[in-house]
Every structure is written in C-alpha cells, then in structure tokens.
C-alpha cells in the first residue's frame, strides 16, 4: 500500500466509478484525468481518489475538486485537459459543466445540474 506525501498537494479530485457514472465512461474518465496529470507534471499538485457512488447520478460523470467543494457533471475523457490545465493549475472553474459550487457555506446548485432527491432519515433502532 502507497501512501502519498501531500504536503504540496494543492487539490484533491474525487471521481465517481459507481454504477450510473461507470455506464457513463466514468473508468475513462478517470483514466483521462490522471493521464492528463501527468502530462502536464502536476503529481505533486494534485491528488485523485476514484470514489463509488456521490450520489449524483443524474449529473454522472460526477467529479468533485477539493478543497474548494466544486463539483462537476457529465464530464467526458475529452474534458480532461480542460479540468485539470484550465481548472485546477489555472484557478478558472469550467462553468459549462458545474453542478455545484459550495459557496457562503452551502452548495449552490448551477444551471443544468439535477435537482435531486432529499433523503429520508433512517429510523432510529
């Protein structure tokens, strides 16, 4: 097992690999993206974790950079380049694709993002 040194780690990109984001290339994706990282020599700037399911599955393919708290959808391996040069080495977000943004200490819901379901709570025992 690796254990990583993150103390130059600027962002840490969560993918989502679960079922809906996996029918929707979700592998690729994730593929895309560390590629990408690579290429552009950005290791030790930016961390990845393939996650299962966010949640967001009507967004799928979810990815979610922190630790601003943006979270991205229907994001395709094309779109690797962009998130990572234009987004995460460059500071400027890709808005055409934002499902939420956490911002004045709550999610904001973009334009085109699902609405969602809220979730019931368990029962206590």
Known sequence: MSTWDLT?????VFICN????????GEEVTLA???EIQRQQADDLIHTTRTRCNGRCEDACV????PEGTWYRN??????AALVGQ???AG????HLLSHRYADGSF???EGAAKGTFKRSIPSQ
């Not at 679960?18 to 290339?25: D, I, T």
């Not at 994001?75 to 690797?80: F, S, V, W």
């Open 75 to 80: 994001l395709q391996p094309a779109d690797a």
């Open 108 to 110: 904001l819901r973009m």
């Open 92 to 95: 400027k977000p890709l808005d």
């Open 8 to 12: 130059k780690t600027k962002h840490h």
């Open 33 to 35: 993206i560390r590629q």
């Open 63 to 66: 990815v979610i950079v922190y």
């Open 18 to 25: 679960g079922g809906s984001c996996s029918k929707m290339g």
């Open 87 to 89: 987004h995460l080495l």
